[in-house]
């Protein structure tokens, strides 16, 4: 009785995988599972392996030891890490001006201009420009005696008085900032157009019946629609800029003072073979990422507070005519 029961049991199983409810319930299984694995085995399990190494004095060769909370304290205590946490103010200055020049531009683009495809196109074509070749570009551009000195002097500046853009304390950094800008504002402007023109044009209609001028319209109407985008886009740039490392990697190789921190990172990492400081650096800078994106939600939160309200207010008011 017992094994035809099994049997029974079997023969069902193998007809419900047969089935088209069961074939649906593996392949819903699988696309869960296979992506989490490969989430696990290539996010996950490396950084769980990086936090370790943190707590080690160890390099590619010689065998780990234990030294606790000491490779932590080093990041605090090198002047030339702190230093290079610093510069990150230079490029959050940037992602500023990035976000301000692209939200303005995106605004007027939204809107019927005379060839405003192909300027949208242009402006984005940076960003898809690879990192690499956007610093070989820079280089040779900022290079004494070349492009961005030629052009000067065709304005009339004499180069004996141009200054040296790539070693000139503080002017260096204002340059490879300027590069990042150039090749990333394309991408947060695509971003705002995209939801600029989602907002509804009878919104900007009744604006004008009311008497609103375009300004108005933006702070009351695009601004407080597109608060998401914003929010998205300060969280990446703001991110982005601590993180910065392929301008100042590539372009001036960290020299005059143009080391961010991932540069002085990959330097402790892979020249000097400190794996512990390393890996303790691109923790504290997790740390610190998590920290200005929970603030950067605060305060936007605290910024959009209106705009919530009056969306609940235009929702109850949907809910009302439905």
């Not at 001028?213 to 608060?227: A, E, G, M, V, W």
């Given at each position: 009785?017992?094994a ?66 000491d490779?932590?304290?080093e ?13 990150c ?73 141009l ?18 800008i150039?090749?990333y504002?394309?991408?947060n402007m ?32 695009i601004l ?8 998205l886009?300060?969280?990446l ?23 961010t ?25 997790l ?25 609940q ?10």
């Amino acid at each position: 009785m017992t094994a035809h029961t099994d049997h029974k049991k079997k023969k069902s199983l193998r007809q419900w995988v047969r089935s088209r409810q069961g074939q649906q319930a593996i392949i819903i299984i699988a696309f869960m599972f296979i992506p989490l694995l490969l989430l696990f085995t290539f996010t996950y399990l490396p950084f769980g392996e990086m936090v370790k190494f943190s707590f080690f004095k160890m390099n590619y060769t010689n065998t780990p030891k234990y030294i606790g909370l000491d490779n932590y304290k080093e990041v605090f205590r090198n002047k030339e890490i702190f230093s290079s946490l610093k510069l990150c103010i230079y490029y959050m200055a940037g992602s500023i001006v990035q976000l301000a020049i692209a939200l303005y531009l995106a605004t007027m683009l939204s809107f019927k201009t005379k060839g405003g495809n192909i300027f949208k196109g242009f402006m984005f074509f940076p960003y898809l420009i690879n990192g690499i070749a956007i610093g070989f570009i820079f280089k040779f551009f900022f290079t004494r005696g070349f492009v961005f000195d030629s052009v000067l002097q065709w304005c009339g500046f004499d180069l004996e008085n141009l200054p040296y853009w790539l070693r000139t304390q503080g002017l260096n950094n204002v340059s490879l900032v300027g590069t990042s800008i150039w090749r990333y504002f394309g991408q947060n402007m695509v971003l705002f157009i995209g939801a600029i023109m989602s907002v509804d044009s009878e919104m900007y209609e009744a604006a004008e019946l009311d008497g609103a001028n375009k300004f108005r319209q933006f702070i009351h109407i695009i601004l407080p629609s597109i608060k998401t985008i914003v929010t998205l886009n300060v969280i990446l740039s703001i991110t982005g800029s601590l993180s910065a490392f392929e301008p100042p990697y590539v372009i001036t190789g960290g020299a005059n003072g143009t080391a961010t921190y991932f540069v002085v990172m990959n330097r402790i990492a892979h020249t000097n073979q400190k794996v512990g400081l390393a890996s303790a650096m691109a923790v504290v800078l997790l740390m610190i990422i998590f920290a200005a994106t929970i603030l950067q939600k605060v305060f936007f939160k605290y910024a959009f507070k209106n705009a919530n309200a009056e969306d609940q207010v235009v929702r109850k008011k949907k809910r009302q005519r439905g």
